[in-house]
């Protein structure tokens, strides 16, 4: 694509918006109130508002590869303190895909050089789950599967922080970990429990 178009597609996008509503953008500039944080995957075939319909403002979104959630990944950890306490968000969305090339490059015995310490946490879900994902023997299905497990121990590692756990006692604030199916256009819950999670964990992680 040239860049020249991106600057049309910019225009045309910003005429069609003042046509429904000629304060739109003056509405916009006056800040922002999303409910939901969405904490999603890089590629570029996975857009977070395409996929769950909502408009901007709407959603506070963060992308990285493989939608990780590392304690020491500063970025992430201030997007969720400024989410979650500045901004009050009632939900925190995990968003994993099929198909994603940052779980496929995890699962190789490659050697990719500063993508290494990054993939390494996703190595380390499949340690955990070794013995679950070694019982697949078909290689999409154990590839699709470490993709669920991989948001579901991200949707953990939310838990861990001293931010949602504060939301979830003020306000029951909610942590979801969905899938997009890049096949059907699909979104799946995989229905997390933040209770029982908590619970399994509080011993460790509890923050008061």
Request: charged share 25%; with cysteine; net charge negative.
């Amino acid at each position: 694509m040239e860049i020249s178009k991106i600057f049309e597609n910019n225009r045309a996008w910003v005429d069609e918006k003042l046509k429904t509503n000629k304060k739109y953008f003056e509405d916009l500039s006056k800040g922002q109130n999303p409910e939901i944080l969405y904490i999603g995957c890089a590629d570029s075939r996975v857009t977070a508002e395409d996929l769950m319909g909502v408009s901007p403002g709407e959603a506070f979104i963060h992308r990285n590869i493989a939608n990780m959630v590392p304690n020491t990944d500063l970025s992430a950890m201030s997007v969720i303190n400024y989410a979650v306490t500045h901004l009050k968000v009632n939900h925190v969305v995990v968003c994993g895909h099929y198909y994603c090339g940052g779980v496929k490059a995890a699962m190789q015995s490659a050697d990719l050089g500063i993508l290494n310490p990054w993939l390494r946490n996703i190595r380390d879900v499949y340690r955990i789950h070794r013995h679950e994902l070694d019982a697949i023997t078909d290689e999409g299905k154990k590839y699709n599967r470490l993709v669920e497990l991989n948001v579901q121990e991200q949707c953990v590692n939310v838990i861990k922080t001293s931010d949602v756990q504060r939301a979830y006692r003020e306000r029951k604030l909610q942590v979801h970990g969905w899938v997009f199916d890049v096949h059907s256009g699909l979104l799946i819950d995989l229905e997390i429990n933040f209770n029982n999670i908590l619970q399994n964990i509080m011993e460790i992680y509890r923050l008061d």
